[in-house]
């Protein structure tokens, strides 16, 4: 699709404020730099934004107020209709993610129109000039930009689809403690969505879920569990569950089940999906390297190139691996 129009907004951080301070907007000329810049970003923009989300229902409908507005603005691209999303963003936004650029760009191809909302961190290397409503100017460092560029969170919605489903990325997200794709700042509070369940996106968010646990929990009940469920997962193969009924299928207990569940984001536990193994299998199986003196690297399948590094010398290898080190366990047997 090419690029029809870009409406830029510098969005303030006003969660909390009495009265909400109008965001300054305009019209981003295909002569400005951050033209070219965000056009860039966007010819990934499929492959980058995988997640697909959907409306949250209003009585029974999908028709709430973001989607509504979606639908106006598409028949009417202008800035005084694109000020509805920046001062919802606005309003969303609290001094921990601070300030940012909200960029509002409509695609359009023979077949189809596409509205895409992208916000990024005003410090990323873009600095406000001549602050005077419709005319400010954006000064942007480059070198700065391109280097945290991939801190953006992005979503689209297309007109073939009523604008009713879409896709989502949250490029800014921590998933340190939890299995969380996209922040509720984005997806929840901002664009009224939710996590649209496939069967790939539902187990892939069961298996890390369940992997994460087993890295991190002190319970050898939790775990002795989770690594025995792991070989029966080809037994329920295409069979519809949810993130909390899947402990109830496999006859886990509690405890498994309430530590699992914390690992997830805040979302609605007891959505439906249907299990795929393949995809289960792809993000919580470990492979294990057992050496002839003894040693076992060990790391999730997925990720085992990437954690250690293996130097072959003649018949003898060498492992190496550098991170921190969180827990040291002792078992009788692997």
């Excluded at 070219?36 to 966007?42: G, H, R, Y």
């Excluded at 963003?89 to 300030?99: A, G, I, Q, V, Y």
């Excluded at 890295?215 to 050898?220: A, L, M, W, Y």
């Amino acid at each position: 699709m090419e690029v029809n129009k870009i409406f830029c907004f510098l969005v303030l951080a006003q969660k909390k404020a009495k009265e909400l301070k109008e965001n300054i907007g305009k019209e981003v000329s295909c002569n400005e730099p951050i033209y070219k810049i965000v056009s860039d970003i966007l010819k990934n923009l499929e492959s980058n934004c995988n997640i697909p989300i959907k409306f949250l229902s209003v009585s029974g409908t999908q028709d709430n107020e973001v989607l509504l507005n979606l639908r106006k603005l598409n028949d009417d691209f202008s800035l005084d209709n694109a000020k509805y999303l920046s001062t919802r963003l606005s309003s969303c936004t609290d001094l921990t993610m601070k300030n940012g650029l909200f960029f509002i760009i409509k695609l359009c191809n023979e077949k189809d129109e596409r509205i895409v909302l992208f916000r990024i961190p005003a410090e990323t290397g873009i600095m406000i000039k001549n602050s005077k409503e419709n005319n400010f100017q954006l000064d942007i460092s480059d070198d700065v930009f391109i280097k945290n560029s991939h801190k953006f969170k992005i979503a689209y919605f297309d007109k073939v689809d009523n604008f009713l489903t879409g896709f989502a990325i949250d490029k800014q997200i921590n998933q340190d403690k939890k299995i969380k794709y996209i922040s509720d700042y984005w997806i929840k509070d901002f664009l009224n969505c939710e996590l649209s369940m496939t069967p790939k996106r539902g187990t892939k968010m069961l298996a890390e879920a369940i992997r994460k646990t087993i890295e991190v929990t002190d319970s050898e009940t939790v775990q002795k569990e989770l690594t025995s469920v792991i070989s029966m997962i080809p037994n329920v193969d295409q069979k519809m569950t949810s993130f909390e009924g899947f402990f109830s299928l496999m006859n886990l207990s509690e405890e498994t089940k309430n530590e699992v569940l914390s690992k997830l984001s805040t979302i609605n536990s007891s959505v439906q999906f249907q299990i795929d193994s393949e995809e289960f299998n792809s993000n919580c199986t470990y492979q294990f390297l057992i050496m002839n003196n003894g040693a076992i690297a060990i790391a999730p399948s997925k990720d085992f190139d990437t954690v250690w590094t293996l130097t072959k010398n003649d018949d003898k290898t060498t492992i190496k691996s550098c991170g921190k080190v969180v827990k040291t366990k002792y078992k009788q047997k692997v």
